[in-house]
């Protein structure tokens, strides 16, 4: 029989370097990045730069001006309404202090909230998590006990009644949203450090003499990361939401502080003659809890392995 010679496999052509890097910027999701970053992050950081006028100071003279586009209202050459000035873009609310320089204030309040919180939630969870699901037993059955009370009581009805028992103050907020949270975290890393302790890398290490606490901090938790850094970022959206609540409630961040929820709070009763108040701040709570939620789902199918293929 003939020799049939089979068609050699053409090399893979790479692209170039340059493509590769546009390929993954395209993939980014843009318009939540600049969202956060245009509401929430540059602010954040850069607001006595940014902020016109001091958030805490007001005046009576300029209370509840309109936003610098609203026209007067002139009735037979009388003016009812007063037009609003490029001198406070958004407005005043009802003490005259500028709504821009307050917004731009708030945005560093809730992204310091919201950091430290989850940062300290994740702490505990992860960490409780691991032990549940590497040591097992009695340890696995009372974190888990604890783990199904903290979910099963709503999280506004449990901080309100945490946040009126202590005080309401900056580090209280933090404290009480970290002591909510924690148990989402522990319940994810718990199911993952369940699958991963009976691999065959771990085996290894716990026959080479590796400690319980090597095992777990250098080989089961790195490959619980992605989990901890994707449940975080879906996260910070939900505690800016619960601090805004918290503090429309009147349990939260304490007045004068300029919190989104406190100025919502403040501009409840005046939604029909003064909108802006309420509106602007309930704007920013949206665009930002919208764009974080949005970006966590990026990082969720860009780290989870299970959806790289689908």
């Known amino acids: 029989m003939a020799n049939v010679a089979l068609p050699q496999q053409l090399p893979e052509i790479e692209a170039p370097r340059g493509w590769q890097v546009i390929s993954q910027v395209r993939r980014l999701p843009v318009v939540p990045i600049l969202i956060l970053l245009v509401v929430l992050v540059l602010p954040a950081i850069f607001a006595d730069q940014l902020a016109p006028h001091d958030p805490l100071k007001g005046s009576l003279r300029n209370r509840l001006q309109p936003p610098a586009w609203t026209q007067a209202e002139v009735v037979n050459?009388?003016?009812?309404?007063?037009?609003g000035s490029w001198n406070h873009i958004l407005g005043t609310?009802?003490?005259g202090r500028?709504?821009?320089s307050r917004i731009i204030h708030g945005a560093r309040i809730s992204l310091t909230v919201s950091l430290i919180a989850v940062f300290i939630a994740g702490l505990i969870g992860t960490t409780l998590g691991l032990m549940a699901g590497y040591y097992g037993g009695w340890v696995d059955h009372?974190?888990?006990?604890i783990v199904d009370i903290g979910l099963s009581i709503p999280a506004i009805l449990l901080a309100l009644v945490l946040v009126s028992a202590i005080g309401a103050s900056f580090g209280t907020v933090i404290i009480v949203i970290g002591g909510i949270f924690w148990s989402r975290y522990a319940r994810m890393v718990r199911g993952d450090t369940l699958s991963i302790k009976s691999q065959d890398f771990v085996s290894r290490a716990r026959v080479a003499g590796a400690s319980n606490r090597r095992i777990m901090v250098r080989h089961i938790f790195p490959n619980v990361a992605n989990t901890v850094i994707v449940l975080g970022t879906l996260e910070i959206g939900q505690v800016i939401l619960l601090e805004a609540t918290l503090s429309f409630l009147g349990a939260g961040i304490p007045r004068p502080t300029p919190a989104w929820g406190l100025m919502v709070s403040d501009g409840r009763e005046l939604i029909v003659n003064a909108w802006w108040v309420a509106m602007f701040p309930g704007v920013a709570i949206l665009l930002t809890v919208?764009?974080?939620?949005?970006f966590g789902d990026w990082v969720r199918d860009r780290l989870d392995p299970k959806l790289q293929n689908v």
Request: proline letters at 5%; aromatic letters at 0%; a neutral charge.
């Open 77 to 83: 050459g009388v003016e009812v309404k007063p037009g």
């Open 98 to 100: 500028d709504m821009l």
């Open 290 to 294: 919208l764009s974080l939620n949005l």
């Open 142 to 145: 009372l974190v888990m006990r």
């Open 93 to 95: 609310d009802k003490q």
